[in-house]
T-cell receptor
Framework: DTGVSQNPRHKITKRGQNVTFRCDPI?????LYWYRQTLGQGPEFLTY????????KSRLLSDRFSAERPKGSFSTLEIQRTEQGDSAMYLCASSFDAGRHNEQFFGPGTRLTVL | GDSVTQMEGPVTLSEEAFLTINCTYTATGYPSLFWYVQYPGEGLQLLLKATKADDKGSNKGFEATYRKETTSFHLEKGSVQVSDSAVYFCAPSGNTPLVFGKGTRLSVIA
């Protein structure tokens, strides 16, 4: 295991379509995070899981965004009815923590382009 | 909520120049402090961290000291190289996940 992986690396879709991204964390990590990064900005926290429990989801950008981590391993982020404003880099990170949030390891990201 | 303020970029330096990137934060509780770096075309990597007041994090010639009294975590390097060209992000974390600022783009020219 060499790190956090994300698939696909690039996704081009038409407005109104649904998209799903996958993140595979470092295998022993119990926490998994999703961020969005737009051009010229820092990553913006969206949601995170501890094992299979989604502990924070109030930062998801709208009800079109949802995330799952059903078995406490990989996670998926789905965007329904995509809009052009959803175009961004979607980053996944993982960590091994209990309590406080500490060092996170990031994947390479999935770049979404909505036409 | 938690927040971070970094100096505006881009910062352009000649090779072997001294680098300082200022970072101040506001956070509830007692956060850990991180600097992450994003090289062109790559993902975010942890550069260094400090978990308590007066701790100094260091890596690859970069240093930053956790200053609780001034809520700052400034990044320094004595002699930058072309390979240090990247975007640098300061981020507190503790009771809440990482909070990133806009980042500071550094360009080092030979």
């Amino acid at each position: 295991d060499t790190g956090v992986s994300q698939n696909p690396r690039h996704k081009i879709t038409k407005r109104g379509q649904n998209v799903t991204f996958r993140c595979d964390p470092i295998s022993e990590h119990n926490r998994l995070y999703w961020y969005r990064q737009t051009l010229g900005q820092g990553p913006e926290f969206l949601t995170y899981f501890q094992n299979e429990a989604q502990l924070e989801k109030s930062r998801l950008l709208s009800d079109r965004f949802s995330a799952e981590r059903p078995k406490g391993s990989f996670s998926t982020l789905e965007i329904q009815r995509t809009e052009q404003g959803d175009s961004a880099m979607y980053l996944c990170a993982s960590s091994f923590d209990a309590g406080r949030h500490n060092e996170q390891f990031f994947g390479p990201g999935t770049r979404l382009t909505v036409l | 909520g938690d927040s971070v303020t970094q100096m505006e970029g881009p910062v352009t330096l000649s090779e072997e120049a001294f680098l300082t990137i200022n970072c101040t934060y506001t956070a509830t509780g007692y956060p850990s402090l991180f600097w992450y770096v994003q090289y062109p075309g790559e993902g975010l990597q942890l550069l260094l961290k400090a978990t308590k007041a007066d701790d100094k994090g260091s890596n690859k010639g970069f240093e930053a000291t956790y200053r609780k009294e001034t809520t700052s975590f400034h990044l320094e390097k004595g002699s930058v190289q072309v390979s240090d060209s990247a975007v640098y992000f300061c981020a507190p974390s503790g009771n809440t996940p990482l909070v990133f600022g806009k980042g500071t783009r550094l360009s080092v020219i030979a």
